[in-house]
């Protein structure tokens, strides 16, 4: 069984269905997914929990390639509340569901090797070659940052993909200690440098297991489609197209890569126009 971490609220439950399509056409081993989300539409209207047919509807789509494949909600709310509550990272560079992977050591039942994916990924290779990377001297397994490693510091990794020894993680407390930061002290990268900074012992993997600019490159197990500097139309710029904007993605960024995937996604969107909105 291949354990897996998505968070993120309802607007983004065509992210959870694009990915868990392309990882679930790729990847025989069964596959088990939490996604972390919450309710805090007191910051934004749409800042909502994904909905429990959201859920059921992922489950549905997944076990029609695997019977023991699996989708379980976990609400944080009340613990977002605790932990994090108009606190100084709370309006950071990204949403505050960035920062619902840094309770996975809380979560009752959460399994000891867990790998977070951020929901505008799509898998390009059976994801078991990255889940079965061996981090058990490690707290965690990531790739280095494509900006980062070279402006702020070499070994800086993009926390968009970790492998997490959560057994290790609890031993250490990087979570914990994460979170300290998160309260106390106000950051541009806000859960990225929490988790970079509390680090005991990270394990720096190949680009190709989560690829942060070309999107056909031979080997790659996971794309990340991340906000990106643009250099045309000048003067440069950042563009932040996800795979679900398939049009953009088409149009800006001429990825066709994942056609397949998209074109099964945008016929069950047609299909079950009521699920989306």
């Known amino acids: 069984m291949i354990n897996i971490l998505f968070s993120g609220n309802s607007k983004v439950f065509d992210g959870a269905l694009t990915e868990l399509i392309s990882i679930t056409n790729r990847t025989k081993e069964p596959i088990n997914c939490y996604i972390f989300t919450m309710d805090v539409s ?44 108009r606190c100084k990272n709370e309006n950071a560079y990204c949403t ?109 993997i190949p680009r190709r297991f989560n690829e942060q600019s070309k999107f056909d490159r031979k080997g790659t197990v996971i794309c990340h489609f991340c906000k990106r500097l643009m250099f045309r139309p000048f003067p440069p710029h950042t563009e932040n197209y996800k795979q679900w904007h398939v049009d953009d993605i088409h149009r800006e960024l001429k990825c066709y890569h994942f056609d397949e995937d998209l074109n099964e996604y945008l016929k069950i969107k047609r299909e079950h126009e009521e699920i989306f909105k």
């Open 42 to 85: 007191r910051i934004k209207p749409d800042y909502t929990s994904m909905r429990d047919d959201q859920i059921d509807f992922l489950n549905k789509v997944v076990k029609e390639k695997n019977k023991d494949n699996k989708v379980t909600k976990v609400d944080v709310t009340e613990l977002y509340e605790k932990e994090f509550g």
């Open 96 to 204: 505050p569901y960035t920062l619902l992977r840094l309770f996975a050591d809380m979560i009752p039942g959460i399994p000891d090797k867990l790998l977070y994916l951020d929901i505008d990924m799509m898998a390009d290779d059976d994801i078991s070659k990255l889940f079965n990377i061996d981090v058990e001297d490690y707290e965690y397994a990531a790739v280095k940052e494509k900006y980062g490693c070279w402006l702020i510091r070499p070994d800086y990794i993009n926390a968009g993909m970790l492998l997490l020894n959560m057994k290790k993680i609890k031993e250490t407390g990087l979570l914990a200690k994460a979170r300290d930061r998160i309260r106390n002290k106000k950051m541009l990268f806000a859960d990225q440098s929490a988790i970079f900074y509390s680090t005991t012992k990270k394990k720096i």
